[in-house]
Every structure is written in structure tokens, then in C-alpha cells.
């Protein structure tokens, strides 16, 4: 089993920078992949970025791609998400989990909240 805990989020002002971080627990997290959601108030969560257990796949959605960046350390179990130029459209709750595969998630984090403003 995989703990995740997300840190990180805040409030940034629009076109700014935030990094987040997911410490997993767990010695085998180098075996799964990791993902990153999010979700706005009143609105479904959506998938932002995963990358596979190897590092090889990467994946981001359309409305990021170009200013997010997802990348993982397994020596320290941890899972990144570099936000660039950020938009108030990105504010959510961003929500790390870590799966058997890129579409498939088991375990998720409590979230950790970003706000941009304009």
C-alpha cells in the first residue's frame, strides 16, 4: 500500500510560479506511476500530468502542456509538479495519486489548495 501527501500549494499572484510536492511512503514507489489532478470549486476533478514508474511516459493535459512540468525522484519517494505561468483558471485543489498504470489510480492525497489571482 502507497501513502500520498501533497505539499506546496498557496497563493500566487497571475504568471507566477508554484512547485508542488508528493511524498509517498511505501518502498516500492519506484513501481508506480504517479499522477496529478486537480478540482475547482463546482467543477468534476480532471487529470493534469502522470508519468510511468520508468520515467519514459509523460502525459499532460491540453490546458497545461507547455507551463507544467511533472517529474519524479524514487530515491526520495517524491513526485513533483513545477507550475509556470499560471493562470487563475488553474486555481483548485490539486490532488497527487499513484497507480498500477498511468490511467489507473489506487491511492490518492487529501489535496493541497492553489489559488491564483488576477
Known amino acids: 500500500q502507497v501513502q500520498v501527501v501533497e505539499s506546496g500549494g498557496g497563493l500566487v499572484q497571475a504568471g507566477g510560479s508554484l512547485r508542488l510536492s508528493c511524498a509517498a511512503s511505501?518502498?516500492?514507489?519506484?513501481?508506480?506511476?504517479m499522477g496529478w489532478f486537480r478540482q475547482a470549486p463546482g467543477k468534476e476533478r480532471e487529470f493534469v500530468a502522470a508519468?510511468?514508474?520508468?520515467?519514459?511516459?509523460?502525459y499532460y493535459a491540453d490546458s497545461v502542456k507547455g507551463r507544467f512540468t511533472i517529474s519524479r525522484d524514487n530515491a526520495k519517494n517524491t513526485v513533483y509538479l513545477q507550475m509556470n505561468s499560471l493562470k487563475p483558471e488553474d486555481t483548485a485543489v490539486y490532488y497527487c495519486?499513484?497507480?498500477?498504470?498511468?490511467?489507473?489510480?489506487?491511492?490518492w492525497g487529501q489535496g493541497t489548495q492553489v489559488t491564483v489571482s488576477s
Open positions: 495519486a499513484a497507480g498500477s498504470s498511468v490511467d489507473e489510480y489506487e491511492y
Open positions: 511505501g518502498r516500492t514507489f519506484s513501481r508506480y506511476a
Open positions: 508519468r510511468g514508474w520508468s520515467g519514459r511516459i509523460t
